[in-house]
């Protein structure tokens, strides 16, 4: 038998690395936690582990990226209509995609909110 999943641990590593994108920053609306930049949300963390269920939405843009989003069990269109807009809401559970995986999807829903500024230094060479 395999070890258990660890959904606490997948979404805080998905957090960290939201973070760690050019001037992101989290803030705690509505009882969970977000990534912004520039004061645009760019993905919904929710609650922490034990508060609900564990989750995250992001907005992503290429056709293909948001079908496998949304092939993930359990995934949806995001509520209050942001699903029109290619939001994205995935259960952080099994069958969730690798964690490398998860990160293009974050910054795929970086660039999308960011200002080009921003988004293109992530493009930038990064140090070894």
């Not at 989003?69 to 509520?79: R, T």
């Amino acid at each position: 038998m395999g070890a258990a999943f660890d959904a606490g641990g997948v979404r805080e590593a998905v957090r960290e690395y939201a973070l760690s994108l050019p001037e992101a920053r989290e803030e705690f609306p509505w009882g969970g936690s977000v990534a912004k930049v520039n004061k645009k949300i760019f993905v919904f963390l929710g609650p922490d582990e034990g508060e609900g269920p564990l989750r995250f939405t992001l907005k992503l843009t290429d056709d293909d990226v948001h079908a496998d989003a949304l092939a993930v069990p359990g995934a949806e269109p995001a509520g209050y209509g942001l699903g029109k807009s290619g939001w994205v809401t995935v259960p952080f559970g099994e069958g969730i995609p690798p964690l490398e995986v998860l990160c293009e999807w974050i910054e795929d829903s970086y660039r999308a909110v960011a200002p080009k500024r921003l988004a293109a230094h992530l493009d930038a060479p990064r140090p070894q």
